[in-house]
Antibody, heavy 119, light 110 residues
Framework: QVQLQESGPGLVKPSETLSLTCSVS?????????WGWIRQPPGKGLEWIGS???????NYNPSLKSRLTISVDTSRNQFSLKLSSVTAADTAVYYC????????????WGQGTLVTVSS | QSALTQPPSASGSPGQSVTISCTGT?????????VSWYQHHPGKAPKLMIY???KRPSGVPDRFSGSKSGNTASLTVSGLQAEDEADYFC??????????FGTGTKVTVL
């Protein structure tokens, strides 16, 4: 069974960089698929952040692109998110998921991790 | 891109049906047959229920069905059961390897 688990600091100061890692078990990232990040601010809907392929190729939400870096570490079977210059608007539950780009389905998700941006 | 519009809530008694709409534009829902639906029990990982408008992943009951007309997709849950009470949200491919999600609908089983 494919499982994903997000990890990282739950509190980040404004203007700093938010860093999260998604650890994948039950499937090797090197075998294929894209791997994505999604977030949900409190009381709001989900927002697509971006995705990464095993090769390191990425696709980013244009609204976040200037602050965003998504990378993959196939040796650790993990992929990561870095979002710089955060503000309170970046406070959200962050999810990682496995993505099939040909049809957009996200068939396995992590449980999500809350990241709060506050001084 | 703007979020897809869903009703905030929907409800039905056990055994009844409930239908949730997901309205977008010709740039997302109307432009591609790549609409997915997810079930989310708070605190748990979201679960894929429907993909490519109407396809069900293995293990998803056939009580769940999807459809699309123009810029609006729909999810119907027939024969409502207590465990169907959850948040549901849609998503659509929006071009250029980007995706857009719905605002979410809380389904209550009365």
């Amino acid at each position: 069974q494919v499982q994903l688990q997000e990890s990282g600091p739950g509190l980040v100061k404004p203007s700093e960089t938010l860093s999260l890692t998604c650890s994948v078990s039950g499937y090797s990232i090197s075998s294929g698929y894209y791997w994505g990040w999604i977030r949900q601010p409190p009381g709001k809907g989900l927002e697509w952040i971006g995705s990464v392929y095993r090769s390191g190729s990425t696709n980013y939400n244009p609204s976040l692109k200037s602050r965003l870096t998504i990378s993959v570490d196939t040796s650790r079977n993990q992929f990561s998110l870095k979002l710089s210059s955060v503000t309170a608007a970046d406070t959200a539950v962050y999810y990682c998921a496995r993505l099939t780009v040909t049809n957009g389905k996200l068939d396995y998700w992590g449980q999500g991790t809350l990241v709060t941006v506050s001084s | 891109q703007s979020a897809l519009t869903q009703p905030p809530s929907a409800s039905g008694s056990p055994g009844q049906s409930v239908t949730i709409s997901c309205t977008g534009t010709s740039s997302d829902v109307g432009g591609y047959n790549y609409v997915s639906w997810y079930q989310h029990h708070p605190g748990k990982a979201p679960k894929l229920m429907i993909y490519e408008v109407r396809k069900r992943p293995s293990g998803v009951p056939d009580r769940f069905s999807g459809s699309k007309s123009g810029n609006t997709a729909s999810l119907t849950v027939s024969g409502l059961q207590a465990e169907d009470e959850a948040d549901y949200f849609c998503s659509s491919y929006a071009g250029s390897e980007n995706y857009v999600f719905g605002t979410g609908t809380k389904v209550t089983v009365l």
